[in-house]
């Protein structure tokens, strides 16, 4: 890992390069039609969409500095403005590759249309967004990998900002940014920031307890050692960007970009609001985590449950339209503070009450108008705005 420019705490397992070893046969898989004939091909259409011919990606474009992979499934309504946040940045030494998620709308054929030579399209039958983004890191050739799901956003200094970040931090094998929460409401969307986290080195104690990272669509990373930690675990159909910061965490250190640059879009129906799958995926990633965690931080287990709850009671407390679901919301939050009681201390624990409160003692209709005036009357003006007011 010498070559790579950057320290690694550990050497890889036997099981990562294992692992790692299967991402060319999953890319060979027979899985794509070809579009001028019925048989099925021995490895995944791919091609630059952007020119006149549609050429293999290797033999005809230089290695860029970043490689950014989109995972996309039925994302037609919203992958045009999520690759327009790509062709904004401020830097263009990046590829730009997206992996085409078995969708059964037009993502496809809007893909196709777009007129960029730094764009792979390459499709797949369905695997879920762990093993799509497996695969663009198969197809990978920059130094660096960023990974941008296909509903979301970046500002366009993003990859400017980190890479600098990653480059004045040589120790450093991933950057991240703070993010904006896109919440979808019938009328449009709220803005909402993440709070401001200062966490940089050795992050790997604060991962273990919550996800601060927020979405797959943050970070930038050494694509070398994003190897080494052996890609995602796609038996995890949720949680599974978490699962990956950890065992980076585990091998190298993270330095953060103080701004707000990540705009997650958190719409009704998506993964985000499959609040008891979340849940029990969480579960999971806490075993599997502290199963690999030394001795010396098993005592923040009960600390990294009760982070667990009290997400999930916010999920049911935004997402619920029934009094069962904000009940659920209310037993999450009785098991958040039996689990760790300091976690009153909180502000944001004191503010899920409150807000489980308003949802509880008011009748359904009531409450739910009420939280939304609340959630709208905090949040942060469109930020999208003021970029656009910028240009």
């Known amino acids: 890992m010498g070559n790579v420019g950057v320290k690694i705490k550990k050497k890889a397992s036997t099981r990562n390069r294992e692992k790692l070893s299967q991402f060319?046969?999953?890319?060979?898989?027979?899985?794509?039609?070809?579009?001028d004939s019925d048989r099925l091909l021995d490895s995944p259409l791919h091609y630059y969409v952007g020119g006149d011919a549609r050429q293999p990606s290797s033999k005809y474009m230089p290695k860029p500095k970043i490689s950014i992979i989109i995972p996309a499934y039925n994302a037609a309504k919203t992958i045009?403005?999520?690759?327009?946040?790509?062709r904004q940045q401020?830097?263009?030494?990046?590829?730009?590759?997206?992996?085409?998620?078995?969708?059964?709308?037009?993502?496809?054929?809007?893909?196709e249309a777009i007129s960029e030579p730094r764009l792979k399209l390459i499709t797949f039958t369905n695997g879920g967004v762990a093993q799509a983004?497996?695969?663009?890191?198969?197809?990978?050739?920059?130094k660096y990998v960023a990974f941008l799901d296909a509903d979301d956003l970046w500002l366009p200094n993003k990859l400017e900002r980190q890479l600098q970040a990653l480059e004045g931090t040589p120790e450093a094998i991933a950057a991240y940014s703070w993010t904006y929460f896109m919440d979808e409401q019938q009328d449009g969307y709220v803005y909402h920031s993440s709070p401001g986290y200062q966490y940089e080195g050795d992050v790997y104690p604060q991962l273990l307890q919550g996800d601060f990272i927020h979405t797959g669509s943050n970070i930038l990373v050494h694509r070398q050692a994003l190897t080494q930690a052996g890609g995602f675990d796609s038996q995890y159909t949720g949680?599974?960007?978490?699962d990956m910061w950890l065992r980076l965490a585990?091998?190298?250190?993270?330095v953060v970009v103080p701004q707000h640059q990540i705009f997650y879009r958190r719409a009704v129906g998506s993964a985000t609001s499959n609040v008891g799958q979340m849940y029990q995926q969480g579960l999971l990633i806490i075993d599997k985590a502290y199963r690999?965690?030394?001795?010396h931080l098993q005592y923040l287990r009960s600390r990294t449950e009760a982070n667990l709850h009290m997400y999930v009671a916010s999920l049911y407390l935004q997402h619920g339209n029934d009094s069962l679901q904000i009940k659920q919301a209310g037993q999450h939050l009785?098991?958040?503070?039996?689990?760790?009681?300091?976690?009153?201390?909180?502000?944001?624990m004191l503010k899920l009450l409150i807000k489980f409160a308003l949802r509880y003692f008011l009748p359904t209709v009531a409450g739910r108008k009420i939280f939304e005036k609340l959630r709208t009357a905090i949040a942060t003006d469109n930020p999208l705005e003021e970029v656009k007011s910028n240009k």
């Open 24 to 35: 060319p046969t999953i890319v060979r898989q027979k899985v794509i039609i070809s579009p």
């Open 239 to 242: 949680c599974e960007d978490w």
């Open 80 to 86: 045009i403005d999520t690759v327009d946040s790509v």
């Open 133 to 142: 983004r497996n695969r663009g890191i198969a197809e990978a050739q920059g």
């Open 292 to 295: 690999a965690a030394p001795s």
């Open 90 to 111: 401020t830097i263009n030494d990046w590829e730009l590759i997206i992996v085409n998620d078995g969708s059964t709308d037009n993502t496809q054929e809007i893909v």
């Open 250 to 254: 585990a091998i190298g250190n993270f």
């Open 334 to 348: 009785r098991w958040a503070i039996a689990k760790y009681y300091r976690i009153l201390k909180q502000t944001y």
